[in-house]
Every structure is written in C-alpha cells, then in structure tokens.
C-alpha cells in the first residue's frame, strides 16, 4: 500500500531564509506523482509542486523547489527566500498509477515564518 | 485559479437533520473526490467518481453518500447529521492525467451540534 509521511508536525523560519519540508513515501509502483500543496487557515488547498517518478529533473516553480531523491524515497519540499504569506499547513501528497488518480496525503507540516 | 466551488463554506446544524454540501465544477473534469479533514490534520479520501452515474467509496468509512448525474455536480448528503460529523469537507476535481495536480475547492466546515 502506499504511504507518505511527514515528520516534521511543526517548523520555524526566520523571514527571507530558505526551509526544507520532508516528505518520504513508500510505493511499490514504479510509476507515481508526488505533489505538494498549501492549506493557508482559511482552509482552501493551493497547489505548489508536482513531480513525477520518471522525471530527470528535480522540479522547480518559483520559489519552490523539490529535492527529488528516488533511491531513498524522498521528495522534500524547499521555499526560498521566506514570506510571512507562507505561514501555512503544507501537505505532501501521492498519486499513484492506478484510474483513480485518488492523492493519498501525509499529516502536514505546520510552518510559521517569523520577522 | 481553480474553477471549483462548494456552498455552504459553514454550516452549523442540530443533530438528526439531512444535509447536502454542494460542489461544482466548471473544468469538465471528469474524476472528481470528496475528503474530510479534521483541524490541523491529514485529509481522508471518502468518495470519488470516475465520471457521470460512477461512485466509489474512499479509503476512510463514511455515512455519507454522494450522487453524479452531471459532469460538472458532485453533492455529498449526509441523512443524519451528528457530533461526530462535525469535520470539514473538501471537494477535488482532475483532468486524470497522471502529471496533472488535482484542484480543490474552498471547502466546508460543518459543525453538528
């Protein structure tokens, strides 16, 4: 079965620094997408990061990084330069090969960025 | 921006009423989900649908049902509301490509009380 999880349940971060979430999984499947998604506390999921178990590259958007690390099963979430605007839950996430495209979620890492 | 809309946002009911959350979707996503999530916690997949008449329950157990009579609606029905379905209530539609994110709605916080 697969499983993400997310051992960080809270982090800190010091404006205009740079953070690394974890986030490892495990599958059997030797093709899956993993995604990583912002729940700010008005409770809507944003979109941040995909990157699929095929893919060469580690995955960028922005400010927003993927350290993508198959042989160990990880794909780490890293924000450069910190907002207070990234103050948020964010959740790592697993699709997997199968038709229903279902995302199976990790418990969150809470991350709070301080002035 | 996401073009998928729940209503109500809240929602605070007596104990034994039917509810329905409302969700809609305006991509012509044909695979579309409902999870629940409880504060500061992960989100449980309850029901999803490949696409019209299709449902399927989730991996977490619910009393809930839902219907699909139309690509774009995807309701969730409680008969009989209690405490324990005090959570909030995410809707989620794809395009069902494996590299493609899956858009959330704002959600609904129901309070049963």
């Known amino acids: 079965a697969q499983k993400i999880t997310q051992t960080q349940p809270g982090m800190f971060v010091q404006e205009k620094e740079a953070v690394t979430l974890d986030c490892t999984y495990d599958?059997?499947?030797?093709?899956?997408?993993l995604f990583w998604y912002k729940q700010p506390s008005s409770g809507e999921m944003i979109f941040l990061i995909y990157q699929g178990s095929y893919d060469q590259q580690n995955a960028t958007e922005g400010r927003y990084s993927l350290n993508f690390q198959k042989a160990r099963k990880s794909a780490n979430l890293v924000i450069s330069a910190s907002q207070l605007g990234d103050s948020a839950m964010y959740f790592c996430a697993m699709r997997g090969p199968d038709n229903t495209d279902k995302l199976i979620f990790g418990t969150g890492t809470r991350l709070q960025v301080f002035p | 921006e996401a073009d998928i809309y729940q209503t109500p946002r809240y929602l605070v009911i007596g104990t034994g009423k039917k509810i329905t959350l409302e969700c809609s979707q305006t991509?012509?996503?044909?695979?579309m989900y409902w999870y629940q999530q409880d504060p500061g916690m992960e989100l449980h997949l309850i029901h999803y649908s490949y696409g019209v008449n299709s449902t399927e329950k989730g991996d977490l157990s619910s009393e809930s049902t839902v219907s699909r009579i139309r690509t774009e609606h995807f309701p969730l029905t409680l008969e009989s509301a209690r405490p324990s379905h005090t959570s909030q209530y995410l809707c989620?539609?794809?395009?069902?490509?494996?590299?493609?994110?899956?858009?959330f709605g704002q959600g609904t916080r129901l309070t049963v009380v």
């Open positions: 599958t059997s499947d030797p093709s899956y997408g």
């Open positions: 991509m012509g996503h044909d695979k």
């Open positions: 989620a539609s794809s395009a069902g490509q494996a590299n493609t994110e899956a858009f």
